[in-house]
């Protein structure tokens, strides 16, 4: 057997070519050029959440000279969750990366190729599954990328976004999580788009809210971007803020977003519960829009060193931010700068005092 010293390595082993997609902070393709980078260790990883590569694998296995169809990857289910630890410089940890390659390669060779590649990631420390809304969004991307016909639910959506949407219509509650991703991944299509914009503007609440975790993953016209603004800065319910905040996370930092952001903020003294929900969506979706602009993060550090909760959140949120990339560096510089409230300052010293938790 050759040394197997990557992942790719891993992949020829087992007679098959493999497609990277991100799962951690978005569902992201990873281009080839990429995909060897990080595996030989040339590159950083490009997209790291909370300090690990967050990998879906898809397995095209050759049987007896023949490729599966791409179009069929999806329904054999050949797909791989892989959580990688990163090294300081957000590298794959080669350590950890070597040990899961051990761990597979022994389980095939015990089992035999076929059972191996069906069973390799069962009780594996490195393998992870990802929540409804986050696989219901994965499986939409690959069917639009795969060029796949929509699933029923997707109709069923359509149907009740295009039949006139009024308060006293309860039929939202039979709609498929599924449904409402595949119509996101399709917000690059006008028709769709305008189908779209009506529900965030009239659908029920919980339709508006998953389909807005689904808009994460995606690109979205300035049109599109302008609606959500708005029922930003219109929305009282904390939890709708953080999910219009989420379907804007890949959105530019400018003016039209950022004095909404400022309002929905509010004072630097004060920060209730609910407030909680804005600030761990935009520590854990937009951590770039926090880089780029440190009055917002500054409001943001100010508004939990006030809270009365023993620093609790201060600590998870501050945790948060340290590990990425864009907010490591500018938050170490506003917690030592010397233009902190001496309330701020005080929960700097308290930091670590005890070991944070990563925000949920």
Known sequence: MNKIESLSDLFDMVGCDVSYYDLGRNITKITPQQAVQFDRKQQA??????????????????????KTKKEDIIDQGVIWFLKLPLDEAGCLNLGTRDHFIKSIVDKILHKGEEAGLSEALEDNPYAFKPDQERMASLHAVLGKDLRKTPSHYFDDVVKYLSSGLTEQDDSWQTLGLQGIAELAARVDEDKYQALIQEAIQHAAKPVVSALCHALEHETLSRELQNTLI???????????????????????????LLLPLFGLLGSLTECKDDDLHPIAALAAKCPHWLGQNPQLLRIIMEKLAHR????????????ELSQHPETKQPLWTL???????????QAVSYLFTQTPKSVQ
């Open 308 to 319: 009365e909760d023993g620093y609790i959140a201060f600590k998870q949120i501050a945790a």
């Open 335 to 345: 917690l030592r700068g010397g233009h902190i409230s001496p309330k701020l300052a």
């Open 45 to 66: 990883y490009p997209f790291p959440f909370r300090q690990h590569a967050w990998l879906a694998c898809l397995l095209n296995k050759e049987n007896e000279g023949k």
């Open 230 to 256: 708005e029922q930003l800065q219109t929305e009282q319910d904390a939890l709708m803020q953080a999910s219009y905040l989420r379907a804007l996370s890949r959105a530019d930092l400018n003016d039209t």
